[in-house]
């Protein structure tokens, strides 16, 4: 588990399938992380670091429902009470990395996380700063029309633009797909 929490791969890479991931499956180590850390775990530390390594495994993946909601609500309490080892700007990162995926929206945006995660988008850590708008992109572009609706009428169309300087070819393509999109 540590290798894939040390691994580090670039912004673009961590928006495709992770390469261990079909190995990791395939060996059933993502059926025993999920059963025996996240759901078991003995501590908290082992849930929050399997729900880190989940979260990574299974970025840009169709989750399984009951794994997906474990996962998701895991990291969203990490991002949330800031309380944990990781630094909410890499948490965030992993939460953009599920959330290229439609299948994950409805439980990335249930609870309020819309609204927690715009206000993150005013903090003065530009890592932060930078995933938070990163993520909402991703919902906006992922979870249809009324939750694209909702998050540029909160943080405004033309906030996405910020993220064109800290951010690859492909984002910008994103970025610029999204802020073009007739309303």
């Known amino acids: 588990m540590g290798d894939i929490l040390d691994s580090g791969e670039n912004r673009k890479d961590e928006r495709k399938p992770h390469p261990l991931f079909e190995s990791m499956r395939r060996d059933g180590v993502i059926y025993l992380v999920n059963q025996n850390c996240l759901l078991h775990g003995e501590t908290e530390d082992i849930k929050q670091n399997a729900a880190v390594v989940l979260g990574i495994l299974l970025r840009a993946q169709d989750i399984q429902p009951t794994i997906r909601q474990s996962i998701i609500k895991h990291l969203k309490k990490l991002i949330i009470e800031n309380a944990g080892y990781y630094n909410v700007g890499y948490l965030l990162d992993i939460m953009c990395g599920l959330a290229v995926k439609q299948s994950n929206i409805s439980e990335i945006v249930s609870d309020n996380f819309i609204e927690t995660t715009v206000k993150l988008i005013e903090q003065q850590?530009?890592?932060?700063?930078?995933?938070?708008?990163?993520?909402l992109l991703n919902i906006a572009q992922n979870g249809g029309s009324d939750i694209e609706k909702e998050i540029k009428t909160t943080i405004g169309n033309l906030k996405f633009l910020e993220l064109i300087g800290d951010s690859n070819f492909t984002l910008n393509e994103q970025i610029l797909q999204v802020v073009m999109k007739c309303k």
Do not use: G
């Open 125 to 135: 850590n530009e890592y932060i700063k930078s995933n938070a708008l990163e993520l």
